[in-house]
């Protein structure tokens, strides 16, 4: 497959992705519990660079960039916001470098206004104001050679819109997820996944999805609502763990190898996984989509 983009490796078939970096490197002791942020690239880049390897190791074909909560906003709460450009340019070369010739790699961008639980889709400044953090961090990432854009874990459609509208003019391919935050498996909106997905669609993404906060089982049916709503590729990236689960025990890894099942026979074609799952689960995955023996 070398040489070919996500939307080809898509229409041949089954795209798997990484797991979830932050999470895994506080696990690993590397982050304080409470960072939202990618300062690990400053303090402790050789052990992001292990994790990467971990992935691919494992058998994922898109490797993403820390740049995950890498505004400069959100890094400046660590103290590093004078340093927002090295440290989104340091994630992608390291990914870039991992990755090599057949693994792709996604350039990373999500809520930057999250830490602030204020978003209001009615407040334009709000909109401007997210529209301002990710257009300095967008060309950062565009710089370091990666192969398609992600925009991921926005709880608001209406945020995940602005970001499409920032970053719709580059020329990526574009994949954007979204979080269901709200009450009964919804956006903060109220709404569905397959009303997400075809507004994601109309407004230029390539593929559409959801990530984080979920256990395979919950994510994977809004998943295939998505599918079901529009023909673009639908992307899916539970979750393994999070603190404030009221069931707090970690989903193992041979559920998200159970899950890659069912979403393959559900036509979900870009799986991957988040906070809690790591190289293990993204191992189970490999070898339950036969990437793998």
């Known amino acids: 497959m070398a040489g070919e983009g996500l939307l080809e490796r898509l229409r041949e078939g089954f795209v798997l992705g990484d797991g979830g ?3 895994e490197l506080r696990l690993r002791g590397f982050i304080q519990a409470g960072s939202m942020t990618p300062e690990v690239i400053a303090t402790h880049p050789e052990e992001v660079r292990k994790l990467t390897q971990a992935f691919k190791d494992a058998g994922a074909e898109v490797l993403q960039t820390l740049t995950f909560f890498g505004t400069s906003n959100m890094l400046k709460q660590a103290g590093l916001g004078d340093r927002a450009e090295e440290i989104n340019r340091t994630a992608c070369r390291i990914a870039r470098e991992v990755a090599g010739e057949d693994v792709l790699v996604a350039g990373n ?48 459609l209406d945020e995940a819109l602005v970001a499409l509208d920032v970053v719709k003019d580059t020329g990526m391919t574009l994949v954007a997820t979204v979080s269901m935050e709200g009450e009964g498996g919804t956006t903060l909106e109220g709404l569905s996944g397959a009303e997400c997905a075809r507004r994601l669609v109309d407004a230029g993404a390539d593929v559409v999805g959801v990530n984080c906060l979920q256990r395979p089982g919950e994510m994977l049916s809004c998943a295939v609502d998505m599918r079901r ?23 193992p890894p041979e559920r998200f190898a159970g899950f890659a099942k069912e979403a393959m026979a559900a036509d979900v074609r870009y799986l991957g996984c988040c906070c809690g799952a790591g190289p293990g689960h993204v191992r189970a995955m490999a070898e339950a989509m036969g990437k793998v023996a």
């Open 21 to 23: 970096y932050l999470m």
């Open 229 to 251: 709503a529009v023909d673009a590729p639908v992307c899916c990236q539970p979750s393994a763990w999070h603190s404030w689960w009221s069931d707090s025990t970690p989903v």
């Open 109 to 156: 961008l999500n809520s930057p206004s999250i830490m602030y639980e204020d978003y209001d889709p009615s407040d334009s400044t709000k909109q401007a104001r997210t529209r301002a953090w990710l257009d300095e961090q967008l060309p950062w990432i565009l710089d370091e050679d990666v192969d398609f854009l992600v925009l991921e874990t926005f709880s608001w």
